[in-house]
């Protein structure tokens, strides 16, 4: 959060970082289970990642993806909202994608295959918080089996359990 506020007191304007974060803590603060994903390429020395927003939809029983970025929300080939996992199998398939009419970067036209190439690069490995609550105090990453990665922070090959849906409250 102390970036978020340089970004304002600068008028720099938000990254997808302070976005991300900021989108998913007010989405938790509605009741709606939510976290930011840090999108990585196959290098760990690469930098360049995007965040995105996971959200959880109770009606439709599954995440959907978030980007504040670009004011976006994607959908597949039957028009159904997908999570950024589904996007990961899209993008390694090459199935057709829909983004929603609004979807722009800073007011400025949204190019579909332009965000295909970005995130092409940016979905080989994943970062979210190990638990996501008021503060963020850990991460676990997913990362493909036999892949080389350091880090002090958890890690995971288990794409179905770093996806998974949350628990039901009772």
Same mark, same amino acid.
């Given at each position: 959060?102390?970036?978020?506020?340089?970004?304002?007191?600068?008028?720099?304007?938000?990254?997808?970082?302070?976005?991300?974060?900021?989108?998913?803590?007010?989405?938790?603060?509605?009741?709606?289970?939510?976290?930011?994903?840090?999108?990585?390429?196959?290098?760990?020395?690469?930098?360049?990642?995007?965040?995105?927003?996971?959200?959880?939809? !109770?009606?439709?029983?599954?995440?959907?993806?978030?980007?504040? @970025?670009?004011?976006?929300?994607?959908?597949?080939?039957?028009?159904?909202?997908?999570?950024?996992?589904?996007?990961?199998?899209?993008?390694?398939?090459?199935?057709?994608?829909?983004?929603?009419?609004?979807?722009?970067?800073?007011?400025?036209? $949204?190019?579909?295959?332009?965000?295909?190439?970005?995130?092409?690069?940016?979905? $080989?490995?994943?970062?979210?918080?190990?638990?996501?609550?008021?503060?963020?105090?850990? $991460?676990?990453?997913?990362?493909?089996?036999?892949?080389? $990665?350091?880090?002090?922070?958890?890690?995971? @090959?288990?794409?179905?359990?770093?996806?998974?849906?949350? !628990?039901?409250?009772?």
């Amino acid at each position: 959060m102390d970036s978020v506020g340089v970004y304002a007191d600068t008028g720099k304007g938000l990254n997808c970082n302070n976005l991300s974060v900021l989108l998913s803590g007010i989405l938790r603060s509605y009741g709606v289970k939510a976290v930011p994903v840090w999108c990585l390429s196959a290098s760990q020395w690469d930098q360049e990642c995007h965040v995105v927003v996971q959200a959880y939809s !109770e009606q439709l029983d599954q995440w959907i993806f978030l980007d504040p @970025t670009y004011n976006l929300m994607l959908m597949d080939e039957q028009g159904n909202y997908i999570g950024v996992e589904v996007l990961r199998s899209a993008l390694i398939e090459g199935r057709p994608l829909t983004a929603n009419p609004e979807a722009n970067y800073n007011g400025e036209a $949204f190019v579909l295959d332009d965000y295909r190439d970005y995130m092409t690069k940016n979905t $080989f490995r994943f970062k979210r918080p190990a638990v996501c609550g008021r503060e963020i105090s850990d $991460f676990v990453y997913l990362i493909p089996v036999n892949t080389q $990665f350091s880090t002090s922070s958890l890690l995971s @090959t288990d794409w179905d359990a770093f996806w998974a849906t949350p !628990e039901k409250d009772a």
